[in-house]
């Protein structure tokens, strides 16, 4: 951007699953797959701002691209399953999403969740978030100019200042 190089958002390498296997697996670096995604549309425009927020001292939000592995397991045409792990600077985190797919969009359910060790304000505090982050996410295409998309989620946190309160965010 702004004509200077920047780091990599994704890169991967995908192995499509045969005909007589149920499921793909990729490695690399990437974000979970939603339903409408940042990097998607990282170089047309903004992210998808409400997968940016993060929740209190914990800096993984839902758009960051990470290294890890994940896998698509495809129980039909219309169902299919997306289960990545990765591990971040401190802590392993995962993410699962059952998605319904329709001839117009596609609808998700997701949880994501880990465990975080931090060094508050890098003055070797360190203290421990343990999280989970269940939610929802929709995109459906009405017509062919048109598309309609949608994401909520609720954070709980085990200490998500660093101070010790237990605290849940929208």
Same mark, same amino acid.
């Given at each position: 951007?702004?004509?200077?190089?920047?780091?990599?958002?994704?890169?991967?390498?995908?192995?499509?699953?045969?005909?007589?296997?149920?499921?793909?697996?990729?490695?690399?670096?990437?974000?979970?797959?939603?339903?409408?995604?940042?990097?998607?549309?990282?170089?047309?425009?903004?992210?998808?701002?409400?997968?940016?927020?993060?929740?209190?001292?914990?800096?993984?939000?839902?758009?960051?691209?990470?290294?890890?592995?994940?896998?698509?397991?495809?129980?039909?045409?219309?169902?299919? =399953?997306?289960?990545?792990?990765?591990?971040? #600077? @401190?802590?392993?985190? *995962?993410? $699962?999403?059952?998605?319904?797919?329709?001839?117009?969009?596609?609808?998700?359910?997701?949880?994501?969740?880990?465990?975080?060790?931090?060094?508050?304000?890098?003055?070797?505090?360190?203290?421990?978030?343990?999280?989970?982050?269940?939610?929802?996410?929709?995109?459906?295409?009405?017509?062919?100019?048109?598309?309609?998309?949608?994401?909520?989620?609720? =954070?709980?946190?085990?200490?998500?200042?660093? #101070? @010790?309160?237990?605290? *849940?965010? $929208?």
């Amino acid at each position: 951007m702004g004509d200077k190089p920047g780091p990599i958002y994704e890169a991967q390498i995908v192995f499509y699953k045969p005909s007589d296997l149920p499921f793909s697996i990729r490695l690399g670096k990437f974000e979970p797959w939603y339903a409408k995604s940042p990097g998607k549309t990282i170089l047309t425009h903004f992210g998808y701002s409400p997968l940016s927020v993060t929740s209190g001292a914990n800096d993984s939000t839902l758009a960051n691209s990470k290294p890890g592995i994940g896998t698509i397991w495809y129980f039909s045409q219309s169902l299919l =399953a997306f289960i990545d792990i990765y591990y971040l #600077e @401190g802590g392993p985190e *995962g993410f $699962i999403r059952l998605v319904a797919k329709t001839l117009d969009g596609e609808v998700g359910i997701f949880v994501n969740g880990g465990s975080r060790r931090f060094d508050k304000f890098q003055q070797f505090e360190n203290f421990r978030d343990n999280y989970i982050r269940p939610g929802i996410d929709f995109a459906i295409f009405p017509v062919n100019f048109l598309e309609v998309s949608g994401f909520a989620a609720f =954070a709980l946190h085990t200490n998500p200042t660093g #101070e @010790g309160e237990r605290k *849940g965010y $929208i």
